[in-house]
């Protein structure tokens, strides 16, 4: 609770994944001055992308691909923040 936590996305497959964490907007690392909030992004296949999370809800919440049988098969994490 209350740290920014970076994630770092790598798309090692042939399809596109959107990739969705539930309960915060994050900041999309792009380059800019001022990066995208968002709560969901596409990766492209073959894609490595990095975003930043500023951690102030506390709870369990969900980190998944946005493709029901993705999510199903295993694209699916907990992200605890305490």
């Known amino acids: 609770l209350g740290e920014t936590v970076r994630f770092i996305l790598i798309n ?10 539930h309960g915060f907007f994050f900041a999309l690392e792009n380059g800019r001055d001022h990066p995208p909030l968002k ?11 990095s975003f930043v999370v500023y951690a102030d809800t506390p709870g369990y919440w969900a980190l998944h691909c946005h493709l029901l049988y993705h999510m199903e098969s295993g694209m699916l994490r907990t992200v605890v923040v305490a």
């Open 12 to 21: 090692d497959t042939m399809m596109e994944h959107p990739i969705h964490l």
């Open 39 to 49: 709560h969901t992004v596409l990766v492209q296949p073959a894609e490595r992308l």
